[in-house]
């Protein structure tokens, strides 16, 4: 699938960057947020609560819609928008990226052999099944392939380049590998 790529650009902040990424976060649809402070970090479904900005140095609120990330680096926060727009700049790939945990239906949780406290993830909605596996949907946005037949000098450069352009937290969703996306 072909698509745009609009609200990449990096907004610089002093004073007001919680009320800006307020504004900027997804409405409408289910949300998550991930929000990272020097005491843990929290993943919780997003339903616009207060956040403890002074605590928090990063994060990011995703949906299907778009997502808004922010990294507070000394007195300056940085804020991202990232969302599709019509256009054919990029070609989009969808990736489930697992995080730790099978489902067990006995305590309703998600477990880990290997990891002895595993932290909270919030609730997914929707059918679960003993040992699915907790993801975030992921869209990956690759640039277009070349179109032209290229001189050995340009397809090299073409080559070292990075495959992923822009990526973007799109669901909080689980399921196995066999489930298609």
Not at 48 to 69: C, T
Not at 157 to 173: M, S
Request: glycine letters at 8%.
């Amino acid at each position: 699938m072909m698509v745009g790529l609009t609200g990449s650009q990096a907004e610089e902040i002093e004073h007001g960057a919680e009320a800006r990424i307020r504004e900027l976060a997804p409405r409408g649809d289910a949300a998550w947020i991930i929000a990272q402070s020097l005491t843990g970090i929290r993943f919780e479904k997003w339903t616009d609560f207060p956040l403890p900005f002074d605590e928090i140095f990063s994060g990011r609120i995703f949906s299907k819609s778009g997502e808004v990330r922010w990294l507070r680096e000394g007195g300056m926060t940085t804020v991202w928008k990232l969302q599709e727009s019509p256009g054919s700049d990029y070609q989009r790939h969808d990736e489930r990226y697992y995080l730790w945990g099978l489902y067990r239906r006995a305590s309703g949780r998600f477990t880990e052999d290997v990891v002895r406290d595993l932290p909270p993830y919030p609730e997914i909605g929707g059918a679960k099944h003993e040992e699915d596996r907790p993801y975030i949907l992921v869209h990956e946005y690759l640039p277009e392939p070349p179109t032209a037949l290229l001189d050995e000098a340009k397809l090299m450069e073409a080559l070292n380049q990075p495959r992923i352009a822009a990526h973007r937290f799109v669901e909080f969703k689980c399921g196995r590998d066999s489930d298609g996306a």
